[in-house]
Each structure stands twice: as structure tokens, then as C-alpha cells.
RNA sequence: GCCCCCGUAGCUCAGGGGAUAGAGCACCGGCCUCCGGAGCCGGGAGCGUAGGUUCGAAUCCUACCGGGGGUACCA
């Protein structure tokens, strides 16, 4: 069983969502382009916030609201296009608090927003929204930083100054990647992506159970199929992993050291498992290669039974416990006091045989991810299976002297396979195991990704390996959205044959629906990215990737970009066909899938 | 029993206090003298049930029904 089995949900302690918290004063003055851009970084929902925030706070100077203390402004998206760019719904809020209607309210906060830049049109809509209507000719602007930016668009800095680790998959390395270990590798990697796009400082973190009783029994299997690959009848211990990699891993230990372990009297031969286990890690490693999962570092548990400077990392995180009163002795075992914080049961950390449980490890992991290397927030990403483990972590976390609440813990549902109709069966005993190279095998790893992230971790997902790996791409949003991708491309070579190039110097061209559409949807990256960093939920990308494919799409179809004959209005155009494809570009890199020029 | 997740269109799923609930697939009907038709446009159909909170509920609360997971001196 692994750790990426494990289930749990979000956490409770995530920062508000999209709360704006002002700072800064009030906002004056003109904008160079420059300026413009690094407020473009700071998210365009901000500064809308911070305007309608002046405006409130002016209200109650001039007397036109009573004084009220300080509230929340939401800033949001609406779903229709005639109710403006954002709006804000804190009239209706403040309605009642202040005894006026909220139309009334509306509008006095809508009279004293600025209308500079980047606002155009501050509208009241029933029963009491104020709309804001971004300028076109401002958001046009804003695409030459949108191309500079490439496929780092989208970049904020929410999250600088923080440290946080994403630690994912930590299957055990008894056996090769399952389909379910995919979806934490393709989650927890995608987040970390999200993270760091939103300015976090991020590792990614895979922690190797390299102690304890089931490496024993996968040293004493595999040390059973090494003796059998010299003819002998040898029986599989009790409980032994029957799956036939660990035949073809006893023939390569044949096939590295010949007789070596044959007429060892050790079962099994200490430095046969290690080699296992190298071989077993290796093999992780380049089933998530092919993923493209990669990781700034791997932990292995039994380092941290190892002694450096004389105690071991476990040890102190122990004593740290016992110093604190949270261990207690009772039926032979070592407990952790898990009741005296408001778990439902204590649990065990040492067994009455003297050997730690994995829960002991934990704790000893976590004092570590805290305590000695400072992280400010851990995710961990595990299985729902997992999800009774969660409150006790946390809880151990505090005891060992961290903050329990900044540790966070990112649950996932199970993952069906099916093919069409037809169930693919993912049973963990022998055979029947769908792995996760088989699985990427099949689809390929964009495939896999994207179809992997469509779906928040919280649902469990149908994963139809005939549509992932369909040879009509229609059926594929992947290839939907790399398509849109490699036609931006194709567009740009027509262009530079028939002697077009990119410029700024008409952008005022682009006024079709098509294109104002397709521009708001380049320019609210940046405010997704915050989202899904600080809400933990990197499925959006998959949803945001599809919807900008298709504006771009509708934009190609309706508008023609390469016109020879009118050579400014198709400069325009190209501008923004540049700036598609680094949204498109940014999107993609985040989501792991290829951007490729053409297909 | 207790704890966690999920019930939204025929299917797979977004949306998780706000204005007329969305996408893909499937189905039906349109669109190629033109930059890649791997495309575009149009059409029908839906928030498990019952209460509650709220100016406003698919969204929050309670109960119930249904599906999945957990509840070890396993990991």
C-alpha cells in the first residue's frame, strides 16, 4: 500500500480564496506602459478591487454611507458579458448593515470609482451589483507583455516568500506505479507547477518507504525468485507479492551477479534487497520520466533512522513526543496521545515487538519537513484511502512542536479505467494490475495528463482509455488545445511568407467580438493562476486551456489574420495571435502536455 | 455504528452564496473560390429527496436515499 493511495481533502487552513486585503494607498496618476505591465503581474482583479475600495472608503468620507467597519471586497468574473469584465457585490452585502436600499449603495460607491485606467465603465445593475467594464484599448496594451512574458504568462507573486513542499506519489517501492499512483503524480506535480507560476518557492518531494516490514517480506520474495532462477523450488513466503516483475527483477539480479546470494544462509541477503530496491526506485523514476514527473529530491524513510551528530532524525522527533507528554505506555506498545487532542483513538508508534510503525516514521518525516528544513507549508498529496491518517498527522505535527494547520493535506479519489463501455478491472492482487506505464504506453503522457487533471481531486474519475488514446483527436481536448497551439504557429509562418510581421502600432484594429473575447481570456490567467495556487486545485488549467483554444479558434475562423492587402489590420491581428499562443503556451506548461509548432 | 468524498444534460464531468447553471462526447441541422475542416455556427434535454438559513441556494446547515473510501500493534 502507498502513501499516494491515500485520500484526504483540502485543507481547512487555506487562505481565503479570493479575499483582497488593501494595502496601498490610493490609486492616482497615470500609467506608462511599463508601470502598466507590472500591475498586469500583480492581477488586473487587484487593482479593480483596490479602485472599488476607494470609492467605498470616500462613500464614507463625504457622508454619503455611514461609517462601517472594514469588509471584504469580492471581486468577480461574471458569467454574462453585458454585466462587464468584473463586478462586485458588496452593496448587496452592505445593504441591510447600512439601512439603504443596494441600489442605492451601488451607486454611491459607483459614482466615486475612478474611471481611469484599466477602467472604462462602471455600470449598477439589479438588484444591486456595480459592474466594471475593463478599457479596451487597455487590455489591448496589455497583450506586448502577454508575448514578453511567453510561456511564463500568468506568473504572480501571491506567493513569494513562502516556502512549500508538494510531496506526492511515495508509492512504495515493492512494486511498479499503478494507474491511481498516476493521478497523484500528474495532481501533485501540476500544483507544484501552479505554485510556482504564483510565485511560491516549491519542491517537489518523493519520500521512499525503504524500512520496515513489507521490504523485509519484498527482500524475502525476491530473494525466493532469485534462488528459483537457478532451478530451485523454492516456495514464496506468506503474503509474498506474487506480480511478475519481481521474476524479471530476480533475473536481472541474475544476470548482474551471477550465484552471489545462491548459498546465502540470510533471508533474505540484506544487500539483495538494497539492490531490489535500487533497481525498484530506478524503475519508479522512469515510469514518471515518462510522465514527466520529476523531483528536487527523494527521501528515503531509513535515513531517518540513520545517526548524524548522534541522534537520529526519528529519535528526536521521539523524544521531542515523550518530552511533551503526547506518548504513553500501555499494552506493550509505545502510543501517541492522540485522545488528549480530540482523536477519536490513540495510536501505536513502536509495536510491543519494538519496531516503529509507519505512523512512528511519519511523525519523524514530518519533524523533519518542518523542524529541520523549514518548510512554511507541506501538501502532501495521498489517496482517499488514506484519509483517516490526516487528523493524526496533523496532530503530530503540532506535538513535535510545528504547526499542525500548515500542514496540508490533498486528497484524491480513485481512478476507473474503462475502455468505452467495457470496465478495465485495477484489481491489486496478481495479473489483472494495470500499471502506470502500461497507461502511458497506451495514450501517451499528454494524454494521460490532461485527462488525468479534468476532473477536482475530490471526484473520482472514469478514466476512458479509448478516448485518450483515440486516434480521432475530437474525442481528445488534449489535442484540441495543442492543435489551437501548433495553428497559431502555422499562422505565423503564413505570415513572415507573405512578408507579415507582428506590430503594435494599430492593436485599436482589434475591436470584433471575437477578439475582445479572445483577449479577456489571454488576460485573466494571472488571476487563475492565484486561484488555483491558494484554493490547491490545478484542475482549472484543463478547463481554462480547452475554453482559450476555442476563443482563439472562433477568432481564426471569423477574423482572417494574414491579409497582404491590409498589412496593419493583419499586424494586429498577428500581435494577438503571438499573444494566444503564449497563453496557450504558459497554459500547457503548467498542465505538463506538449506545445508542439505543428502536429 | 462512526468518519471522509461524491450524486448537475443520454454519458464523462466543470461550476461550490449572486444575475439567463456550462463544456466535451453522443444525437439532429447548417457551413469549405480564403491563413491547417484535427475546424466553425445552430438545436433539444439537467442541479438525488425533504426541510432550514439568506435579499438571493446547484452552492451553506439538518435529515434521509444512492455510490465510493476509511475505521489494524498494515502501509
Not at 523454492?234 to 509474498?240: E, Y
Not at 486528497?411 to 470496465?423: A, T
Request: hydrophobic content about 40%; glycine content about 8%.
Amino acid at each position: 500500500m502507498s502513501r499516494s493511495d491515500r485520500g484526504g481533502h483540502p485543507p481547512a487552513a487555506i487562505p481565503p480564496d479570493i479575499l483582497l486585503f488593501w494595502t496601498f494607498g490610493p490609486y492616482s496618476g497615470d500609467l506608462t506602459v511599463q508601470e502598466s505591465n507590472e500591475i498586469m503581474a500583480r492581477a488586473t482583479r487587484e487593482l479593480v478591487g483596490e479602485l472599488v475600495r476607494n470609492a467605498l472608503e470616500l462613500a464614507q468620507a463625504d457622508g454619503a454611507l455611514p461609517p462601517i467597519p472594514p469588509i471584504e471586497l469580492r471581486i468577480e468574473r461574471p458569467k454574462e458579458r453585458e454585466h462587464g469584465d468584473y463586478s462586485c457585490n458588496v452593496a448587496l452585502r452592505l445593504a441591510s448593515a447600512v439601512r439603504m436600499p443596494p441600489m442605492g449603495v451601488a451607486s454611491a460607491i459607483a459614482q466615486r470609482i475612478l474611471r481611469t485606467e484599466p477602467i472604462a465603465e462602471v455600470d449598477v445593475a439589479p438588484p444591486g451589483f456595480i459592474n466594471l467594464t475593463l478599457d479596451p484599448e487597455w487590455q489591448r496594451g496589455q497583450l506586448l507583455a502577454v508575448i514578453e512574458a511567453g510561456d511564463e504568462w500568468g506568473r504572480t507573486e501571491v506567493g513569494a516568500g513562502q516556502r512549500v513542499q508538494v510531496e506526492f506519489v511515495s508509492a512504495n517501492p515493492t512494486g511498479p506505479l499503478q494507474v491511481g499512483n498516476g493521478r497523484g503524480a500528474v495532481l501533485g506535480d501540476a500544483l507544484a507547477s501552479v505554485l510556482d507560476a504564483a510565485g511560491f518557492e516549491v519542491e517537489r518531494e518523493y519520500y521512499i518507504n525503504d524500512a520496515g516490514a513489507q521490504i523485509r517480506l519484498f527482500g524475502r520474495t525476491l530473494f525466493a525468485r532469485y534462488q528459483q532462477q537457478f532451478g530451485r523450488e523454492v516456495p514464496l513466503p506468506d503474503g509474498g507479492y506474487q506480480g511478475a516483475y519481481m521474476i524479471d527483477l530476480a533475473a536481472r539480479l541474475k544476470d548482474e551477479t551471477g550465484e552471489r546470494w545462491l548459498e546465502s544462509s540470510d533471508d533474505p541477503p540484506a544487500d539483495l534487497t538494497e539492490r531490489g530496491l535500487e533497481l525498484m526506485v530506478e524503475q519508479i523514476r522512469e515510469d514518471l520520466a515518462m510522465l514527466r514527473v520529476e523531483f528536487n529530491h527523494w527521501q528515503r524513510e531509513s535515513a531517518l533512522f540513520e545517526a548524524a551528530n548522534g541522534a537520529s532524525t526519528y529519535d528526536v522527533a521521539m523524544n521531542r513526543l515523550r518530552d511533551g507528554s503526547f506518548v504513553i505506555e500501555k499494552e506493550g506498545a509505545v502510543w501517541f496521545r492522540a485522545e488528549d487532542l480530540g482523536e477519536d483513538k490513540d495510536n501505536v508508534l513502536i509495536r510491543s515487538s519494538g519496531e516503529p510503525t509507519y505512523f512512528a516514521s511519519d511523525v519523524a518525516y514530518h519533524y523533519d519537513k518542518f523542524l529541520r528544513r523549514g518548510f512554511d507549508t507541506v501538501i502532501d498529496v495521498w489517496g482517499a484511502d488514506h484519509q483517516g491518517h490526516v487528523a493524526r498527522t496533523r496532530a503530530a505535527v503540532s506535538a513535535v512542536g510545528g504547526d499542525g494547520d500548515a500542514l496540508e493535506v490533498l486528497l484524491y479519489q480513485l481512478v476507473h479505467l474503462r475502455r468505452g463501455e467495457e470496465r478495465v478491472r485495477m484489481s491489486k492482487r496478481t495479473g489483472e494490475i494495470v500499471t502506470l506505464r502500461e497507461l502511458v504506453e497506451e495514450v501517451g503522457a499528454d494524454a494521460a495528463r490532461f485527462f488525468m487533471l479534468q476532473r477536482s481531486a475530490d471526484a473520482q474519475m472514469d478514466f476512458d482509455l479509448e478516448a485518450a488514446a483515440s486516434a480521432d483527436p475530437r474525442q481528445n481536448p488534449a489535442s484540441y488545445v495543442k492543435y489551437a497551439h501548433a495553428r497559431c504557429a502555422s499562422v505565423m509562418r503564413t505570415a513572415s511568407d507573405a512578408g507579415l510581421t507582428a506590430s503594435s502600432d494599430h492593436l485599436d484594429l482589434l475591436a470584433a467580438d471575437q477578439e475582445s473575447v479572445l483577449i479577456a481570456e489571454i488576460l485573466r490567467l494571472p488571476e487563475l493562476v492565484e486561484d488555483m495556487a491558494l484554493k490547491r486545485e490545478p484542475h482549472h488549467l484543463t478547463y481554462y486551456a480547452q475554453s482559450l483554444a476555442q476563443a482563439f479558434t472562433q477568432f481564426y475562423d471569423t477574423c482572417r489574420i494574414v491579409v497582404p492587402e491590409e498589412p496593419q489590420r493583419s499586424a494586429a491581428r498577428l500581435t494577438l495571435t503571438l499573444a494566444a499562443q503564449a497563453a496557450l503556451a504558459a497554459a500547457l506548461r503548467m498542465l505538463g502536455v506538449d506545445a508542439p509548432d505543428e502536429m
